[in-house]
């Protein structure tokens, strides 16, 4: 069974950092496409960024500049580097992953902004 495994998740103050990774049960090139999404209270989970089988990315507006990500294809591991953190980046983080047509989602981690 695939699984998506986040971590990283936690109490940040305004303009910091954090990393968050996101573990696959499997080789992450099995995935046609792998990337984080993010719901705050309220409101409707919304794509992050992800990155193709390919390397290609898309990134949201709202965290162009500011995020990034990156993968580790030994350690079966996605990245999400965040900087510049603001009170509207907290909310829970998902990691995403599909193969074909089937979608995957991790339990998620919560980030929080606050000084």
């Known amino acids: 069974q695939v699984q998506l495994v986040e971590s990283g998740g936690g109490l940040v103050q305004p303009g910091g950092s954090l990393r968050l990774p996101c573990s696959a049960s499997?080789?992450?090139?099995?995935?046609?496409?792998m990337g984080w999404y993010r719901q705050a209270p309220g409101k409707e989970r919304e794509l992050v960024a992800t990155i193709n089988v390919a390397g290609k990315r898309e990134v949201a507006d709202a965290v162009l500049g500011r995020f990034s990500l990156s993968r580790n294809a030994e350690r079966r591991v996605v990245y999400l580097q965040m900087s510049s953190l603001n009170p509207d980046d907290a909310g829970v983080y998902y990691c995403?992953?599909?193969?074909?047509?089937?979608?995957?989602w991790g339990q998620g981690t919560p980030v929080t902004v606050s000084s």
């Open positions: 499997e080789n992450i090139f099995n995935f046609n496409k």
């Open positions: 995403y992953g599909n193969i074909v047509s089937r979608h995957y």
